[in-house]
């Protein structure tokens, strides 16, 4: 498809595999260009992690230093470049298609309330945003629309955001418009018939998409002042709605625990019964919920990119070439390459599997060494995992597994003692439970875990349908990191469970 951006002296970017064709200015930016298209600058343009590289098949990028700083001699003559530093000069083709990613939209289907007109839930993910627009009557979804988010060029991770924020108030109207642009799309030419626009998100999105001053989470006690439900008019936000149609933003939980996990809570039915209920999102900064002995507790931890493969020396998204499941059989590693390609990373679901595999097949010791000295292990083709890659996933599923016993210390429960996780969100929908279990990212059996789907995007559509919902009001927010047991936690959590 053909976009042109409507401007003089322009030349011609072509991505593949998407095919798609964009006319920009010469010497535009190229991370202004990508950054909807699907790549992502995880350190916020700020050439420190290497993870929005691109590959010139066409055209001509310069290779400055901070490119010779991250690629060898090899791969910057085979075209690989840093997105983040480079300018347009001439027409280029660039292999942008290792970023491409799935966006976890809902599948389920809710009744509607009796309810005229039309209703649309948006779910504002710090990576992804998706929306559905529904008949409040029937509560039929009638439309979806996912996108990247437009922020992403300032950061993959919240506190990126934070701190690109402080200095510039470009992110609120970015966002904005990214979901004015989604809403009108769905809306089409029925617009005049949406009565309410229920929005949620984690505590940093909720703030940006306000316009409310992130500086209180730019430090500890990482304690928002302003975290309520947020109501707006359509013209507040430009956008082509009735004067009437309500927009909601639902409230924060606490520290950087926002109404996604609000929206989770309702959808995922923990609270509403008496038995013992885990409600987890995976992620750079995971959230942990848990309801039971008469209380709901929640809390936040940073897990750090490892999930999502980002901090990984070979790591990428879930697109074509990535490795995304690894079984280990008669001793050798069998693994699945999304889209049939040859491997030329590995995404999160495979890195779990993985580590689970070598666990099992004995090349790593269950402290987190490789065994016999060794500095990498193969996985599949060029595909390897160092000893680095190993202690970034200990330390994202420390910060999982430490945050749920402290929790679980709190009411006086243990693991045994969980009926149900529910897993939320993209990576916990495609991650393979039995090797979670494995490496002790979760301690209970494969049974009792439910990969639950987007429950930020359920849950709203559900309090969007019945206005009358309302999740618990006594939820409470636990800091982990002021816990006089975290460190303790924390550290007893990194080594890898030993049984086979």
């Known amino acids: 498809m053909w976009q042109n951006r409507g401007v003089s002296d322009t030349v011609q970017i072509e991505l593949i595999p998407q095919g798609t064709r964009i006319e920009v200015a010469r010497g535009s930016a190229l991370a202004e260009v990508l950054a909807e298209y699907g790549v992502e600058f995880p350190c916020g343009g700020s050439d420190l992690c290497g993870g929005c590289r691109v590959r010139v098949l066409e055209g001509k990028l310069r290779a400055r230093i901070e490119d010779k700083s991250v690629f060898s001699e090899e791969e910057l003559s085979q075209g690989w470049r ?10 280029l083709t660039l292999e942008v298609g290792q970023w491409v990613m799935p966006i976890l939209a809902d599948s389920a289907h809710l009744l509607g309330a009796g309810r005229t007109g039309l209703g649309i839930a948006v779910d504002i993910g710090t990576t992804t945003l998706a929306a559905q627009i529904l008949d409040l009557s029937s509560g039929e979804v009638l439309g979806v629309r996912t996108a990247l988010n437009p922020q992403c060029a300032h950061g993959a991770d919240v506190m990126s955001r934070v701190l690109f924020a402080l200095s510039d108030q470009a992110l609120t109207p970015l966002v904005r418009n990214a979901v004015g642009g989604m809403i009108a799309e769905l809306a089409g030419q029925r617009a005049a018939e949406v009565r309410e626009v229920v929005l949620v998100g984690n ?8 316009g409310i001053s992130v500086e209180p989470l730019s430090h500890a006690p990482f304690a928002p002042v302003d975290d309520g439900e947020q109501l707006f008019e359509p013209a507040q936000l430009g956008w082509d709605l009735p004067d009437g149609c309500g927009i909601r933003f639902l409230r924060c939980l606490g520290g950087f625990v926002g109404s996604d996990i609000l929206a989770g809570i309702v959808a995922a039915g923990i609270g509403a019964v008496d038995t013992l209920g885990v409600l987890i999102d995976l992620g750079t900064n995971g959230e942990i919920v848990l309801s039971g002995r008469g209380r709901i507790l929640c809390a936040s931890t940073a897990a ?14 879930a697109a074509n070439g990535a490795i995304s499941h690894v079984f280990l059989r008669d001793g050798r590693l069998d693994c699945r390459v999304i ?4 491997p030329r990373g590995i995404c999160g679901s495979g890195l779990v599997d993985a580590v689970a595999a070598a666990l099992d097949a004995g090349t790593l010791l269950p402290a987190g060494q490789l065994a016999n000295g060794a500095r990498e292990f193969p996985v599949a083709g060029p595909v390897v995992l160092t000893q680095r890659d190993v202690r970034e ?7 999982i597994s430490s ?17 149900t996780i529910h897993l939320a969100g993209a990576f916990g929908n495609y991650v393979r439970i039995e090797s979670a ?12 875990i439910n990969p639950a789907g987007n429950t930020a995007l359920r849950g709203a559509k559900m ?14 927010h636990i800091p982990l990191a002021f816990q006089s047991k975290f460190q303790q936690t924390f550290i007893d959590c990194l080594s890898f469970p030993e049984f086979r």
Do not use: N, W, Y
């Not at 996933?393 to 910060?399: P, S």
């Not at 309090?463 to 409470?476: F, N, Q």
């Open 203 to 210: 505590t940093v999105m909720h703030h940006l998409f306000g």
């Open 463 to 476: 309090m969007l349908l019945s206005p009358e919902l309302r999740p618990p009001d006594a939820i409470e």
């Open 393 to 399: 996933l200990q330390l994202a599923k420390a910060a």
């Open 339 to 342: 889209g049939d390609v040859p």
């Open 403 to 419: 945050g749920l016993r402290l929790l679980l210390e709190q009411v006086g429960a243990a693991h045994d003692d969980i009926e």
């Open 82 to 91: 840093l997105a983040c530093r480079a300018r347009v000069e001439t027409p």
């Open 304 to 317: 750090g990119p490892a999930f999502e493969a980002a901090s990984i020396g070979m790591g990428m998204r």
């Open 437 to 448: 279990v494995r490496i002790g990212l979760l301690e209970v059996a494969p049974c009792r």
